[in-house]
């Protein structure tokens, strides 16, 4: 799928890798669409790449309607639909402060994995309209967002492990739904991001994240997290599977 002039449209692109994707690919000549709960911040990122910024809430099917609807109006129909917003969680079922509440939980699941899911229909509603460019063979490419913790979950991470794992399981089942569409469907599964969401760990937490990676022993850079989803757009046969992203770490 060719990145030049195609309408893009990135949920949580106001922080972190979803902000590092819009950069990159506005760069390479898209039309960034950014949608996030935290507007001023996504007004900053697009304003300086030419883009739009969109209040949308992933897990409210009339926010995502809306948003997706402003974003057509904006720059036309999203080819390209990358999914980045996203909470991180921690904490044990069951510690000092008494059981983990269900609404945390919920709320977790909410967020990543249904929210996720509410963007892929209401983007691939509008991308199934879409015709095929004359010098392409495919409609359109979604790019969802698990983690590396989908797989090695520590502890503490029952809802976040099960949210990112959900995200994974969906990938082929859609993947094969979307195949007839000529629509593609992808994952990547970050190791340990350097980001605003990483700054939420405690120093301790970092330290010990940092050692469980192998080479090259340091963060990811978001950057890098842009470049894969660049070579994702652009390799049409790169369909129904997760790109772990993580310097062969392995959580312990
Ligand atoms: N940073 C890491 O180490 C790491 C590792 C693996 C996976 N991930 C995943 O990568 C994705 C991006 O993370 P990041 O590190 O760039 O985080 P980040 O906190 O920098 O960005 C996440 C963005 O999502 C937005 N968001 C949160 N809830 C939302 C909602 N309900 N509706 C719309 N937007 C919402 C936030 O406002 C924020 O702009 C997340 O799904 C995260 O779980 C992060």
Known sequence: ????????????????????????????????????????????????????????????????????????????????????????????????????????????????????????????????????PDDSEERGVIINTASIAAFEGQIGQTAYSASKGGMISLTLPAARELAPFNIRVMAIAPGIVDTPMFEKISLEAKKALIDAVPFPKRLAHPDEYAMLVKQIIENTMLNGTTIRLDGACRLG
């Not at 057509?72 to 080819?79: H, L």
């Not at 069951?94 to 990543?112: A, C, D, S, T, Y």
């Open 1 to 132: 799928m060719h990145i030049q002039n195609s309408s893009i449209i990135i949920t949580g692109g106001a922080s972190g890798m979803g902000a590092a994707t819009a950069r990159l690919l506005s760069k390479t000549g898209a039309k960034v669409a950014i949608l996030d709960t935290q507007l001023e911040a996504a007004q900053k990122i697009a304003s300086a790449i030419q883009g739009c910024a969109i209040y949308c809430d992933v897990t409210q099917a009339e926010s995502v309607e809306q948003a997706i609807e402003k974003a057509a109006s904006q720059f036309g129909p999203a080819r390209i639909c990358i999914n980045c917003a996203g909470i991180v969680h921690s904490r044990r079922m069951v510690n000092k402060q008494g059981v983990m509440p269900l609404e945390e939980f919920r709320h977790v699941i909410e967020v990543n994995l249904i929210g996720t899911f509410n963007v892929m229909r209401i983007a691939v509603q509008a991308m199934q309209q879409l015709s095929i």
